[in-house]
């Protein structure tokens, strides 16, 4: 039974990130944090020309000289998402400090549109960067053809840097993307090297107590049963077989699945993820699972444990290298990662290092500056870090003309499990119990798909679970929503879903012949059929959707 998220106040949410951003360099003693009015009326708006940022009391800070100020803001996005930032003016503080005083003293003359004292001022943030303030009234466009007068508003500041946190913290699937549009608003008026994401909430909302839990702890049947119950169907005891590939080393746990396209290999790894942290529901994001896919240019460990980017000053945080810091800063939680389809490039170029770390116990090396980095995920990251015990690896492989064969040197450090069996008919059964309104679809299609399936295997052109599922419900949607016939529905995914990869010489012609004759009442894919015969005949070797 999943534990509901324990969620923070507004307030306690602010105290969180303002702690956070008071650690930044340019915090200091000589800083006032102007802060005291905030969830009165200091959310930010953006107005024509740029964006009210918020209310301060600044009469203190007139009183106290201090040599640079941080102004506290935050913006809502419907549904639940926030954006906290604060503002850092630290070079040019002495024109802030001329406003302020010059406001006051205009009070004498223009009471309409100064106040006496700056106990309520109204920060703005222009377009390219400038900080203007108004001690009376609200300034509804910065735009000078709509009235605004920037020398009279004027003396102004430049900003010296924006810090800026995401709440919640856990992107999901309600996020408003014009959160991140707002980010991108921001950095466009700073600047990519004066913004800086923080991240003051990591664990709010997203570890729960069954995420506390090691998977040697947990008894091997109850892993099986919640893996079933997320939607997985594993035969040859397999999640028994990964369990303990997984966890029979104390230090190393790295596991190599391999088999055809479509048996559920990163499906596996994900699901046990979410079977050992706890999650029920096979839709909700684990915060601890981390997929890593490879590309077929990765000729260096850049893909995996990130890069210095000298244009942005900061360090890429891959989403390898974010599994080794998050496993670093929980390691009483096990932290998955999956590098998805491994063989597409050489394993040996780019795993190399990371290897050798998992064998040695040694550091994996990042880069070669003396103090940390600023990582484009907000954190500092060191020039070298160990891979944490807590940090379960699992790489997919798939055979074909695609992949690049892996080395002795890599397998005789995994533990390989083989998942191409299929065992079509009782994936099958299990699909219409589980979905309801696949069960008619099921029954129109289990027959064919396991005849074509029994006939092109032996030949290693077998199909897995996930084309047996669309197959299904291609059907079912094209028959219950569109109402054509089951039959032709039947011949149009056979032709356009199983046989798109058949090819293959004169040893595969009795094959052919079998399928011909499957298909007697499937005029789409005997037409396929025959076409590759014809194929076979003329050039002595046939293949499909070149």
């Not at 605004?148 to 408003?176: E, H, L, N, W």
């Not at 069954?210 to 998977?215: A, I, K, L, T, V």
């Not at 490879?294 to 260096?300: E, G, H, K, L, M």
């Amino acid at each position: 039974m999943e534990v509901p998220p324990t969620f923070m106040s507004f307030s306690e949410r602010l105290q969180q990130f303002e702690n956070l951003v008071k650690e930044d360099p340019l915090f200091n003693n000589n800083t006032w944090s102007a802060s005291e009015l905030f969830g009165v009326s200091n959310s930010s708006k953006i107005i024509a020309g740029g964006m009210f940022v918020g209310n301060s009391n600044l009469e203190n800070f007139i009183r106290n000289q201090r040599q640079g100020i941080l102004f506290l803001s935050e913006i809502t996005f419907p549904p639940e998402d926030e954006v906290f930032f604060a503002v850092f003016v630290h070079n040019q503080i002495g024109s802030l400090r001329d406003k302020l005083n010059r406001m006051t003293e205009l009070f004498q003359t223009e009471p309409e549109n100064y106040a006496q004292r700056n106990n309520n001022v109204k920060v703005y943030l222009d377009a390219i960067g400038r900080i203007f303030l108004k001690n009376k009234g609200f300034w509804n466009t910065l735009k000078q053809e709509d009235g605004f007068d920037s020398d009279a508003a004027g003396p102004f500041a430049t900003v010296d840097k924006i810090v800026y946190a995401m709440y919640p913290p856990a992107a999901t699937a309600q996020r408003s993307s014009t959160a991140r549009e707002f980010v991108g608003y921001l950095t466009g008026i700073v600047g990519q090297d004066r913004i800086h994401e923080v991240f003051p909430w990591p664990d709010e909302d997203t570890i729960a107590p069954e995420m506390h839990r090691m998977p040697s702890t947990i008894p091997v049947r109850d892993i099986v049963e919640a893996v079933s119950t997320l939607g997985g169907y594993y035969t040859d005891n397999l999640v028994e077989r990964y369990h303990i590939a997984l966890n029979h080393l104390e230090r190393k746990h790295f596991v190599i699945l391999a088999g055809l396209s479509g048996t559920g290999k990163t499906s596996i790894a994900r699901k046990y993820s979410q079977a050992v942290h706890g999650i029920t529901d096979p839709c909700r994001r684990d915060p601890l699972f981390f997929v890593c896919p490879v590309r077929p240019d990765w000729t260096d460990p850049t893909g995996l444990t990130g890069y210095y980017d000298v244009i942005s000053n900061r360090y890429i945080v891959q989403p390898f290298l974010q599994a080794v810091l998050t496993a670093s800063n929980h390691p009483e939680c096990p932290v998955f990662v999956c590098l998805d389809e491994m063989n597409l490039a050489k394993v040996e170029y780019y795993f190399a290092d990371v290897l050798s770390a998992l064998e040695s116990g040694e550091e994996l090396s990042l880069h070669s500056n003396v103090v940390p980095i600023e990582g484009s995920n907000g954190a500092r990251i060191p020039a070298s870090i160990p891979i944490p015990n807590n940090l379960f690896i699992t790489g997919t492989i798939n055979v074909d003309e695609t992949t690049q064969r892996i080395s002795d040197k890599v397998l005789d450090r995994a533990v390989v499990l083989d998942m191409s069996a299929v065992d079509l008919e009782g994936f099958l059964e299990v699909l219409q119990q589980r979905h309801i309104d696949l069960r008619e679809s099921v029954q129109a299609c289990s027959a064919i798909l396991s005849e074509v399936n029994g006939t092109i295997v032996v030949h290693g052109l077998g199909f897995g679970y996930r084309v047996a599922e669309e197959f299904i419900r291609y059907h079912r949607f094209a028959v219950e929503t569109c109402g054509l016939d089951s039959d032709d529905v039947i011949d149009q995914q056979i032709s356009q879903k199983v046989l798109t990869k058949l090819r293959g010489t004169e040893q595969q012609r009795e094959m052919l012949n079998s399928l011909r004759t499957l298909f007697e009442r499937f005029r789409r894919s005997q037409g396929v059929i025959l076409r590759l015969l014809d194929e076979l005949n003329q050039l002595g070797s046939f293949q499909n959707s070149r």
